[in-house]
């Protein structure tokens, strides 16, 4: 059945959370602004977490209209905190801002569940408030990544290769939608409910695990960083 591919989607997202290839990272350091483009691309491509979320905006919608809203509105407030906070030089702890991004994903397989209904018995918040809200912090954690990358590289990003590293995010982003929309459309048939249900909490799931990893990676980070600077201490004794 075709709902087999959507649950190894959301699946593999778990045991391969975004990121970008070390030979990109290190072909960054002498890297054209076609190069930048071709980054971008490749991080939302693999970006899983940004994809996961991406397949529970679209899941319910059928209208091309619909379809547009949201994704612009996801693209356009992605695309502030990328470009604005890498140009400012704007950053945060990577492990969180991906724990907040997985948060995401387990919030709109949550509400595709209608659980603010059946759990709380309330509406859910305005969907693309909340589409525009998860985009900025969508965008902060790529731009945090980009500039983690050239920090790396001891590279200064300048506008334009920012931009262009935008440029790829969004062709990247083209390429996941045209391959999650027509897999999407084939669910939609005599058991597409049972299918919405295994998808959605496959999206839950997926998101709690990704979510638990990055807060798991972040402690672990931070242990191991206040263990060797106790040690570097002990030593300049």
Request: net charge negative.
């Given at each position: 059945m075709?709902?087999?591919?959507i649950?190894?989607?959301?699946f593999?997202?778990?045991?391969?959370?975004?990121g970008?290839?070390?030979d990109?990272v290190?072909a960054?350091?002498?890297?054209s602004?076609k190069?930048?483009?071709?980054f971008?691309?490749?991080?939302?491509?693999?970006?899983?977490d940004?994809?996961?979320f991406?397949?529970?905006?679209?899941?319910f919608?059928?209208n091309?209209?619909?379809?547009?809203?949201f994704?612009?509105?996801?693209?356009?407030a992605?695309?502030?905190?990328?470009?604005?906070a890498?140009?400012?030089?704007i950053t945060?702890?990577?492990y969180?801002?991906d724990?907040?991004?997985?948060?995401?994903?387990?919030y709109k397989?949550f509400?595709?569940?209608e659980?603010?209904?059946k759990?709380f018995?309330?509406?859910?918040?305005?969907?693309?408030?909340?589409?525009?809200?998860?985009?900025l912090?969508?965008?902060?954690?790529?731009?945090t990544?980009l500039?983690?990358?050239?920090?790396?590289n001891n590279?200064n990003?300048?506008l334009?290769?920012i931009l262009?590293?935008?440029?790829g995010?969004?062709?990247?982003?083209?390429?996941?939608?045209?391959i999650v929309f027509p897999?999407?459309?084939m669910?939609?048939?005599r058991f597409?409910?049972m299918?919405?249900k295994?998808s959605?909490?496959g999206?839950?799931?997926?998101?709690?695990?990704l979510?638990?990893?990055?807060?798991?990676?972040f402690?672990t980070?931070?242990t191991?960083?206040?263990?060797?600077?106790?040690?570097h201490?002990?030593?300049s004794?």
């Amino acid at each position: 059945m075709n709902y087999k591919f959507i649950l190894f989607f959301i699946f593999i997202g778990v045991l391969f959370p975004h990121g970008v290839s070390q030979d990109t990272v290190d072909a960054m350091a002498n890297a054209s602004l076609k190069d930048y483009v071709y980054f971008g691309a490749e991080h939302m491509v693999t970006g899983y977490d940004h994809i996961l979320f991406l397949i529970g905006v679209l899941f319910f919608l059928t209208n091309y209209f619909d379809i547009f809203k949201f994704i612009t509105t996801f693209t356009i407030a992605h695309c502030i905190t990328l470009v604005f906070a890498t140009f400012l030089g704007i950053t945060a702890n990577a492990y969180l801002i991906d724990a907040v991004i997985a948060f995401s994903v387990i919030y709109k397989g949550f509400e595709n569940l209608e659980g603010f209904k059946k759990w709380f018995s309330i509406n859910p918040p305005n969907l693309l408030l909340m589409v525009f809200v998860f985009g900025l912090i969508h965008g902060f954690g790529l731009s945090t990544k980009l500039q983690e990358i050239a920090m790396q590289n001891n590279i200064n990003l300048s506008l334009p290769q920012i931009l262009s590293f935008n440029v790829g995010v969004e062709l990247g982003q083209v390429l996941v939608l045209l391959i999650v929309f027509p897999l999407l459309s084939m669910l939609r048939g005599r058991f597409f409910m049972m299918i919405s249900k295994l998808s959605n909490w496959g999206l839950v799931i997926a998101g709690l695990l990704l979510f638990f990893y990055q807060l798991n990676s972040f402690f672990t980070e931070d242990t191991h960083s206040h263990s060797d600077h106790n040690n570097h201490h002990h030593h300049s004794h």
